[in-house]
């Protein structure tokens, strides 16, 4: 069975340091891209970036560029978002995804809660 | 890269149809067959049910259909069902390489 596990509620002040995992079992990790989209609160849904484990490319929409690293370890089947400096703005709902089965990304983890506040 | 424009909110009756506009430019929408579409219901993972413009993923309900003409992409909801009601958000593959959401739509079964 295919499945995104990401990691727990997060709950950090401005300026932390966070990195998110996006865990992945039952496929070949390396040949499918990975993506990580977020969701501030009543708002709508964004694409971030988007890793390929296999040639370890990465492309990051404009908007995200500069702003966090999203990352991907082979050896244990997982992404990561992360932040060096956490900002109240970078509250959100983040979600990875993977393009398993059709050109566009299918089968999705179930969310991380990131709080930022003072 | 901009966002594509979809109506706010779109509602109907039960049993009605619904059709949700997608509208982008010749760098996303207009470029390839890649327009997909997303139910979400907020707090859960999205679900997708149309991908490459017309197509469903398997287990996807035949009531949801897709379509696209130059740069806008449609997404057609027939027979409304009460657990219909979601935001649907459409997106796109884009010249520059990357993705690309719409602004989403909020579905309201009357």
């Known amino acids: 069975e295919v499945q995104l596990v990401q990691s727990g509620v997060e709950v950090k002040k401005p300026g932390d340091f966070l990195k998110i995992s996006c865990k992945t079992s039952g496929y070949i990790f390396p040949n499918y891209w990975i993506a990580w989209m977020r969701q501030m609160p009543g708002k709508g849904l964004e694409w971030m970036g988007f890793?390929?484990?296999?040639?370890?490319?990465?492309r990051y929409i404009p908007s995200f560029q500069g702003q966090v690293t999203i990352s991907a370890d082979r050896s244990i089947s997982t992404a990561y978002l992360q932040w060096s400096s956490l900002k109240a703005s970078d509250t959100a709902l983040y979600y990875c995804?993977?393009?398993?089965?059709?050109?566009?990304?299918?089968?999705w983890g179930q969310g991380t809660l990131v709080t930022v506040s003072s | 890269q901009s966002a594509l424009t979809q109506p706010a909110s779109v509602s109907g009756s039960p049993g009605q149809s619904i059709t949700i506009s997608c509208s982008g430019t010749?760098?996303?929408?207009?470029?390839?067959?890649?327009v997909s579409w997303y139910q979400h219901h907020p707090g859960k993972a999205p679900q997708l049910i149309i991908y490459s413009v017309d197509h469903r993923p398997s287990g996807v309900s035949t009531r949801f259909s897709g379509s696209k003409s130059v740069n806008t992409a449609s997404l057609t909801i027939s027979g409304l069902q009460a657990d219909d009601e979601a935001d649907y958000y459409c997106t796109s593959h884009t010249t520059s390489g990357t993705h690309v959401f719409g602004t989403g739509t909020k579905v309201t079964v009357l």
């Open positions: 890793v390929h484990p296999g040639n370890s490319e990465i």
């Open positions: 995804g993977a393009s398993l089965t059709t050109p566009t990304f299918d089968t």
């Open positions: 010749a760098s996303d929408v207009g470029a390839y067959n890649y």
